[in-house]
């Protein structure tokens, strides 16, 4: 079992940054691949970022790359968005998940990931 609580989110200004982070409790927390989704109102939840369990493979989605890093802590349990360049279409709720297993044909779908934590909000202004 894996728990996962999200923090970071706020108001922010087009081009200013936030960093989410992600903390999560369980014993086997390692070998979880740790990602980030995110879901505006009336949208559905699109894939951001995933890390692997080793920290060997990292995936964005097209629209936040070179913007948003995510990595991880293992020592402490945490897994972080770093979102810079913020822009108003980045207005959502974000969610951090952990998947026991993936692969480069299924990282991007929500329903791969066993646990979600209950996401945070991040508001870009214009």
């Known amino acids: 079992q894996v728990q996962l609580v999200e923090s970071g989110g706020g108001l922010v200004q087009a081009g200013g940054s936030l960093r989410l982070s992600c903390a999560a409790s369980?014993?086997?927390?390692?070998?979880?691949?740790m990602g980030w989704f995110r879901q505006a109102p009336g949208k559905e939840r699109d894939f951001v970022a995933v890390?692997?369990?080793?920290?060997?493979?990292?995936y964005y989605a097209d629209s936040v790359k070179g913007r948003f890093t995510i990595s991880r802590d293992s020592a402490n349990n945490t897994v972080y968005l770093e979102m810079n360049n913020l822009k108003p279409v980045d207005t959502a709720v974000y969610h951090c998940?952990?998947?026991?297993?993936?692969?480069?044909?299924?990282?991007?779908?929500?329903?791969?990931?066993?646990?979600w934590g209950q996401g945070t909000q991040v508001t870009v202004s214009s």
């Open positions: 890390r692997s369990w080793s920290g060997g493979r990292t």
């Open positions: 998940a952990a998947a026991r297993s993936l692969d480069s044909s299924n990282y991007y779908y929500s329903t791969e990931y066993d646990y």
């Open positions: 369980g014993r086997t927390f390692s070998r979880y691949h």
